[in-house]
Structures are given as structure tokens and as C-alpha cells.
């Protein structure tokens, strides 16, 4: 695996997605639990914003909700684990 500018920098923010999976009452879409996929990592000029790292992407990416949700201090992403393993 070759090292890029992500390996160094623990992550932001992680990436997970969740599938719709129906209708509510009122109209509003119903979610699936939320997957983590990969994460965000802030980039050195932090002005050109962040590289987005997939582990993998939903085969039905279009009819569902991508998300990022911040790392409390001290967290791990599961990106983080699969680079340790390698």
C-alpha cells in the first residue's frame, strides 16, 4: 500500500451512509442505521478543504444519504484500524 499525504493525519470527520428505506407518515424519507465507509482528512492547506478516503461504496449510493461525523478527541476511525492491519 503506498503512503499519501492521508497516512500521517488522523482523520476528521468519518464517512458513513445510509440507505433509504421508505416513506414515513409525513412524507419523509426513512434511513437505514448508518455504515461507516472511509473518512475525511484535513488537507495541509486546510483552505482547499478535506480528501474524502472510501473503504468501500454502496452499490445504491444514489437512493440513500452520504454523511461525515466529527471524531471526538481520542476516537478511532474505522479507516484508521484497516491501515494498522496492513
Known amino acids: 500500500m503506498s503512503k499519501d499525504s492521508t497516512s500521517n493525519n488522523r482523520p476528521a470527520y468519518r ?3 445510509s440507505a ?3 416513506i414515513d407518515r409525513n412524507g419523509q424519507s426513512t434511513l437505514s442505521y448508518p455504515v461507516e465507509i472511509g ?3 484535513h488537507r495541509k492547506d486546510a483552505e482547499k478543504g478535506l480528501i474524502l478516503k472510501f473503504n468501500l461504496v454502496p452499490a445504491s449510493v444514489q ?3 452520504l454523511f461525515l461525523i466529527p471524531l471526538a478527541e ?3 476511525a474505522q479507516t484508521e484500524l484497516f491501515e494498522q492491519q496492513a
Open 15 to 17: 464517512a458513513c451512509f
Open 39 to 41: 473518512a475525511a482528512f
Open 63 to 65: 437512493d440513500g444519504v
Open 74 to 76: 481520542g476516537e478511532t
Open 20 to 22: 433509504r428505506t421508505g
